[in-house]
């Protein structure tokens, strides 16, 4: 059991009209394994350069999430810096900072060869590759990418996508990836480059998901004080893969019950800067607020 994740740790540079962060603790990986981490182990490729903090590392290990893949490599942390206006649906921006993962070529400590499930967070597709290549037989293989990747990288990623079971992209990025503006036509075309599962992340309007025929919808915890949306997708698809890897069964309504943990742990996310919102929580307070979530959605059969 446990999970493989491969993507960025960085340093982030973040205003949103609620307040501001320089150089805090980020990264699609990192975010992803603090979420997964309240459910299953978590294995993490990537690399940080000779200016990571020491206690961004003894976080992570309090969370129990295992760094032997986590190389410390000369040269600078990978860096980013966006905005956020009123509508925190949209993250602009300012400055996407490779360094060292320009040069990264990750080798994949020997235990991580056998794991069953593979998480791609975004990350270079190239690299996305790179790490899944060096996986024996992974059971389920689920990604993420963005708006840079897409842009950057497009043939690179759609080769990625070949190998992908689930993928996990934002409203405007499906849109951006099929060059369609419909979201169910989007969807559809996506879903013709390979993944079998499409989940599509809308954020405060929820999240809906096309799974082999079948579309379902779950909307996004209701929230009065949103600080910072930065990592909201990467903490979703920590809670989404986490729960799935702790019970290793990907049926359509466990995947349903899955969206809804993602949507749950997302929703800490966003309460504060950073990883502030998801450190310190505990399991009760992540079932107690999945119970509220079914109050929120259920009805009645007419
Ligand atoms: P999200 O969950 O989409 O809000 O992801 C936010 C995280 O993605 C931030 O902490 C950034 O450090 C990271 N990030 C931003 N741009 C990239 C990129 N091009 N590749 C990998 N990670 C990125």
Redesign the pocket.
């Known amino acids: 059991m446990g999970i493989l994740v491969v ?2 740790v ?1 340093l ?1 540079t973040i205003k949103t009209p609620f307040g501001q962060v320089e150089e805090a603790l ?3 990986a ?2 992803f394994s603090v979420s997964a981490s309240y459910f299953t182990d978590v294995r993490v490729v990537a690399v940080v350069g000779e200016d990571f903090p020491e206690k961004h590392v003894s976080m992570l290990k309090s969370k129990k999430v295992c760094l032997k893949g986590l190389e410390r490599a000369p040269g600078k942390t ?1 860096r ?1 810096a966006g905005f956020y206006d009123y509508d925190l649906n949209t ?1 602009h ?1 300012l400055k ?1 900072e490779l360094n060292v993962f320009e040069s990264f070529e990750p080798k994949l400590p020997e235990e991580y060869a056998n794991s069953d499930i593979v998480f791609l967070a ?2 270079d597709p190239v690299l996305q590759r790179r790490v899944l290549s060096q996986v024996k037989s992974p059971r389920l293989v689920a990604a993420d990418t ?1 708006n ?2 897409i842009e950057n990288k497009r043939d690179e990623l759609i080769e990625t996508l070949k190998l992908v079971d689930i993928l996990t992209i934002n409203e405007s990025e499906a849109r951006e990836l099929s060059g369609e503006p419909n979201l169910i036509k989007a969807a559809r075309k996506v879903l013709s480059f390979g993944p079998k599962t499409l989940i599509i992340k809308r954020g405060e309007y929820g999240v809906l998901m096309f799974n082999d025929g079948n579309f379902f919808s779950a909307p996004a915890y209701p929230l009065e004080a949103v600080y910072d ?7 979703f698809a920590g809670g989404f893969m986490g729960y799935i890897s702790s019970i290793m069964d990907w049926a359509d309504p466990n995947l349903r019950k899955a969206l809804v943990m993602g949507s749950v742990m997302a929703s800490y996310a966003v309460e504060d800067f950073s990883l502030g919102g998801i450190k310190a929580l505990d399991y009760k307070e992540i079932e107690g607020r999945f119970k509220e979530f079914k109050k929120l959605s259920h009805f009645e059969d007419l």
């Open positions: 993507g960025s960085a982030d980020g990264g699609s990192t975010y990978f980013w993250a921006t996407t975004n990350i963005m840079f990747w949306p930065t990592g909201a997708g990467d903490t």
